[in-house]
């Protein structure tokens, strides 16, 4: 199975930018799809970003026009570019790879926004 390695996380002011990476074991060229959910005390795990391997995005209405999911099949690696980051956006973010057979998680990327 894959294995998956998120790194990228720290803390950032309100209105600040972070790049987080998900760096796949495996190649990811024939991944079906790979994601990026986050999760915050007291709320429910929230998918932010999708991508298939035919390079189809969707976002969260809450992160659209601020967080862009990219796939570097060569470097086997997703990345989230994240910009005009708020508070609200502080969590855990967790990266998925969904295949035909099974569903892999890491170990999530702490992101904090705070002044």
């Known amino acids: 199975q894959v294995q998956l390695v998120e790194s990228g996380g720290g803390l950032v002011q309100p209105g600040g930018s972070l790049r987080l990476s998900c760096a796949a074991s495996i190649s990811i060229f024939n991944i079906n799809a790979m994601a990026w959910y986050r999760h915050s005390p007291g709320k429910e795990r929230e998918l932010v970003a999708h991508?298939?391997?035919?390079?189809?995005?969707k976002y969260a209405a809450s992160v659209k026009g601020r967080f862009t999911i990219s796939r570097d099949n060569a470097k086997n690696t997703v990345s989230l570019q994240m910009n005009s980051l708020k508070p609200e956006d502080t969590a855990v973010y967790y990266c998925?790879?969904?295949?035909?057979?099974?569903?892999?998680w890491g170990r999530g990327t702490q992101v904090t926004v705070s002044s």
């Open positions: 991508i298939t391997s035919g390079d189809t995005t």
């Open positions: 998925q790879a969904v295949t035909d057979y099974y569903v892999q």
